[in-house]
């Protein structure tokens, strides 16, 4: 079975910083991690993505501004999110594909506040 358990939304001002943390329990290797996040009336969207040699990916609004990372041996990811906008207001989810399969945390919420 596969748990990915998140923490670390919440409420912030504008500039502000947040750091998203996920436990992934799994018996299986993980390769590519991520996080994801939902605003009410649009779709997921991918945020940042990184793979299990560091090969990182970040969507064009986040750059320069989160840092994705992860501890390989507690199969943990991290987001690191600096100078938050209001645009970054969404629940935040983990994500990680195991043997095909997606699997997805709980949600976190994040909102930004002007």
């Known amino acids: 079975q596969v748990q990915l358990i998140e923490s670390g939304g919440g409420l912030v001002q504008a500039g502000g910083s947040l750091r998203l943390s996920c436990a992934v329990r799994s018996v299986f290797d993980l390769n590519v991690m991520g996080w994801y996040r939902q605003a009410p009336g649009k779709q997921r969207e991918v945020v940042a993505t990184?793979?299990?040699?560091?090969?990182?990916y970040y969507t064009d609004s986040v750059k320069g501004r989160f840092t994705i990372s992860r501890n390989t041996a507690e199969n943990t990811v991290y987001l690191q999110m600096n100078s938050l906008k209001p645009e970054d207001t969404a629940t935040y989810y983990c994500?990680?594909?195991?043997?095909?399969?997606?699997?997805w945390g709980q949600g976190t919420q994040v909102t930004v506040s002007s």
């Open positions: 994500n990680t594909e195991i043997r095909g399969e997606n699997y």
């Open positions: 990184i793979s299990r040699f560091r090969t990182t």
